[in-house]
């Protein structure tokens, strides 16, 4: 749609507004032209998408503190956790991904509190976890029961 056609588009829209606006209210002859004005940028400025007001937000705590060995805060709420992932999609819709490049984080910024990350790598090595098949652990030397 070119320029003058969408303009005329406007205009046209301005005047079916402004005619059913004055047939049911009345409107004094000399703010006829005000009203006209006020309809026609309402109705253009529908078709621009709204202008982003970017907000700078703060962080609810420093990012170097957030990080703590049992939890981490959440610089969105100040909230502790000790996964950030799940918190941040449900309550905000945001990948890690997001989070980090919002709140200007390094790429390496932990979304999972590091003791509770030790505890399940630990867990996890204890099931075998991550281990080819076929390849045997080795039995810890301690105290055997005689049969």
Do not use: C
């Not at 588009?9 to 006209?36: F, K, M, Q």
């Amino acid at each position: 749609m070119s320029v003058s056609e969408l303009f005329a588009n406007y205009t046209e829209l301005t005047a079916d507004i402004v005619s059913a606006y004055v047939a049911n209210n009345s409107v004094p002859a000399g703010d006829l032209a005000e009203l006209i004005a006020t309809i026609h940028l309402a109705v253009s400025s529908l078709s621009q998408p709204p202008a982003l007001v970017a907000d700078p937000q703060t962080p609810a705590v420093n990012p170097r503190r957030s990080v703590h060995p049992d939890y981490i805060i959440s610089l969105e709420d100040g909230k502790r956790f000790k996964s950030l992932k799940r918190h941040l999609m449900t309550h905000y819709g945001m990948t890690p991904e997001e989070y980090r490049l919002k709140w200007n984080l390094p790429a390496d910024y932990p979304m999972v509190a590091p003791n509770y990350a030790a505890a399940r790598s630990e867990l996890a090595k204890k099931m075998g976890l991550g281990r080819k098949r076929g390849t045997k652990v080795k039995a810890k030397a301690g105290k055997r029961s005689k049969r």
